[in-house]
């Protein structure tokens, strides 16, 4: 059983300080989303009526940043390590949230727009929380290691539940009060349970301007790149973009539900709890993905929930959906994608052992331009045709771009790197 063997193996207090820097780091990253009504309320009380497409780029913003980011810190863990990396990065996403918290109501779109860049930062962490864990870790164990170390993808979760109901009681910026003292308390627990990988379990190799560019000529780079652009950017796009989404698509169902806590002054509240709820989905499931892909290998793994991804985004395109339905296709989608990207994860460290700081990095990096052009594909598609149905038929076609990809690389996979990779492909 792969979880009693981490228990032989490895450094846990480490892999426990990255499950949790991850956690509220990715906690802090998609804050605007679940908070995305309350700002556009408070914008609009002070003259400013923020369009569609203008909701989409704020909302699409840190996921951009946080995807750039990605590349800059997976350097950084390769240079410095992941604790320090960890620790600078997280005190720049703590003055953010002071800032924006001492803005409070009078803060301005641009001013929004910085914090967005801001918050990127803690996107950024999955660049190196993973290392951080997998370094500690043999090749047998890596999907299930990078699979706990990237659930912490729960955080935003944690926001669906908690935001709306805190911007409700004491108003939305005290939401940012509360998550920069929660990441001041993290911060304090990393820097005492966190330990870089010793020289005897994982041999630094810094890397130059010309490794990063060798790496880029790969070919299976741009192959993870895509996959991952497709499982994560799916994931972190529909987190982000789930209360608009439903807020603008089913605000009358969820008034109307006929249970006391959805009436309709609560109905921001309800839509962060609905949108918790499929995004759980995918975020406690990454790491079974990441068990499932070490049994019966990545690709055939990617296979099963790419395509039924694509079945579930049809669904939703051209059927018009009651609401409790098109919770649980929404619930599944989540669910298919935290899946994937755990293995995803289960093949990155094979292929790239050597280099696996900068290519959680770039691959990373690939992962949250998918996610923000996920947003922004929904924001045009809310404006354009006042519903949904064009983007999620855009995405399907995206995931089976992906689909045929892997049907191109698997046999050259299998009978290269895959025949010493140390684990299923």
């Not at 994982?202 to 010309?210: A, L």
Request: a positive charge; charged letters at 10%; aromatic letters at 16%.
């Amino acid at each position: 059983m792969k979880f009693a063997e981490l228990k032989k193996e490895g450094h846990w207090p480490s892999l426990l300080a990255a499950f949790l820097y991850f956690d509220f780091s990715f906690m802090m990253w998609t804050m605007l989303g679940p908070l995305a009504t309350e700002i556009g309320e408070t914008l609009s009380k002070h003259g400013f009526t923020l369009s569609a497409d203008q909701q989409a780029t704020l909302l699409a913003v840190p996921v951009l940043s946080g995807a750039l980011l990605r590349i800059v810190l997976g350097f950084f863990v390769d240079k410095f390590g992941p604790k320090k990396t960890a620790l600078v990065s997280q005190i720049i996403v703590i003055a953010t949230l002071f800032f924006a918290f001492m803005q409070s109501d009078a803060i301005t779109y641009n001013q929004l727009l910085m914090v967005a860049l801001g918050l990127g930062f803690g996107g950024a962490s999955f660049a190196v929380a993973l290392p951080q864990a997998g370094q500690w870790y043999p090749p047998r164990l890596q999907g299930i290691v990078l699979g706990i170390a990237g659930a912490g993808n729960i955080g935003v979760v944690i926001d669906f539940l908690f935001a709306p109901k805190i911007a409700q009681i004491w108003g939305w910026p005290s939401v940012f009060l509360v998550g920069a003292a929660l990441s001041t308390l993290v911060l304090i627990a990393y820097a005492f349970l966190a330990k870089d990988a010793p020289d005897s379990v994982y041999k630094p190799n810094p890397k130059k301007f010309r490794d990063y560019m060798k790496l880029l000529r790969d070919k299976d780079t741009w192959w993870f790149n895509l996959f991952y652009a497709v499982s994560f950017g799916g994931f972190v796009g529909f987190a982000n973009y789930m209360k608009v989404y439903l807020m603008n698509t089913y605000q009358a169902d969820m008034s109307a539900f006929g249970l006391g806590f959805l009436a309709e002054e609560n109905v921001k509240v309800t839509a962060g709890y609905f949108g918790a709820l499929c995004i759980f989905a995918g975020a406690v499931l990454r790491p079974i993905g990441g068990a499932i892909a070490d049994k019966m290998g990545g690709i055939k793994s990617l296979y099963v929930f790419y395509g039924s991804i694509v079945i579930l985004s049809l669904i939703s395109a051209l059927i018009s959906l009651p609401f409790w339905a098109a919770i649980v296709v929404m619930f599944l989608i989540m669910a298919n994608l935290g899946m994937a990207n755990g293995s995803v994860f289960q093949l990155v460290p094979q292929r790239f052992g050597k280099d696996i700081g900068i290519m959680t990095g770039l691959i990373g990096a690939a992962g949250g331009l998918g996610g923000s052009a996920l947003i922004k594909t929904f924001g045009w598609s809310q404006g354009a045709f006042d519903g949904y149905s064009a983007g999620f038929l855009i995405f399907a076609g995206f995931v089976i771009v992906a689909i045929f990809g892997i049907s191109l690389v698997k046999t050259r996979w299998r009978t290269t790197w895959g025949t010493t990779a140390g684990g299923r492909i």
